[in-house]
């Protein structure tokens, strides 16, 4: 059976991310990771990507079909360019990947707005720092206030992050790699189209774009059958 390891981005930990792709179990082989400092882990003092990517690469052992969102993506590419030979696919959904288009004005503005929030946002209000956050990604979540234990700690963790616009992603050893790539977006925000393009060209990827869900494109009702026929045509 083929195993599917699935990475979740900011705030919300793996369980909640990726709550509508259990369906699959019937399938696939699910892995679905709760990153350090997420519950049900602990709180963590520093969330770094290049961290994860390592941590990540780790849990492929003799090999998987990797599933990023958000941050998860960036996460993921880090992943799959450390270690490509235990890579059977790649899927990422709009990964905040900044440095892969920095003539772009959108995601110049982009970058440049997260890093103010990180600079200048009330990290001592971690309800507050992630309603501004969510304001950035275009995100329609509206959390309860107060928040719930869990998502505090996402929060939190957030507060934490290392921001995704350092993060140096190894295009030509993806490229070089003979796995599949699907990449993913939602058509609400056009830092994100942007990024999703240059990994569609670079990558020669292919390309999934469903609309209506905002960031959280995974909940919509198509991903699933299509991330399954990616890893199905990867496993022939």
């Known amino acids: ?92 959904i709009e990964p905040p990947a900044t440095r892969l288009a920095p003539d772009e004005l959108a995601v110049r ?39 719930p234990p869990e998502l505090e700690q996402g929060a939190r963790a957030l507060v934490v992050q290392r921001g995704p616009w350092e993060a140096e992603i190894g295009l030509e050893t993806l490229a070089a790699a003979s796995f599949p790539k699907l990449v993913v977006s939602g058509a609400h925000h056009a830092a994100f189209d942007a990024i999703c393009d240059v990994l569609e060209r670079d990558l020669q990827a292919h390309r999934l774009v469903l609309p209506g869900f905002g960031h959280s494109v995974a909940r919509h009702p198509d991903f699933n059958e299509h991330l399954a026929a990616l890893v199905e045509s990867a496993g022939r």
Do not use: C
Not at 113 to 118: F, L, P, Q
Not at 126 to 144: H, I
């Open 1 to 92: 059976m083929e195993r599917l390891v699935f990475v979740h981005g900011s705030v919300a930990n793996g369980t909640a991310t990726w709550s509508g792709q259990r369906e699959l179990a019937d399938r696939f082989e699910l892995e679905i990771l709760n990153r350090p400092g997420f519950p049900p882990n602990p709180p963590a003092e520093r969330s770094d990507f290049d961290d994860d990517a390592r941590w990540v690469a780790e849990l492929l052992r003799d090999g998987g079909h990797l599933v990023g969102n958000s941050y998860g993506g960036v996460i993921s590419l880090l992943a799959a360019a450390r270690r490509p030979e235990l890579v059977r696919s790649l899927t990422v």
């Open 109 to 147: 503005r982009f970058a440049d707005e997260g890093m103010d929030w990180w600079a200048r946002g009330p990290k001592d209000d971690p309800e507050a720092f992630l309603r501004g956050f969510l304001r950035t990604v275009g995100s329609n979540f509206d959390p309860p206030s107060p928040l």
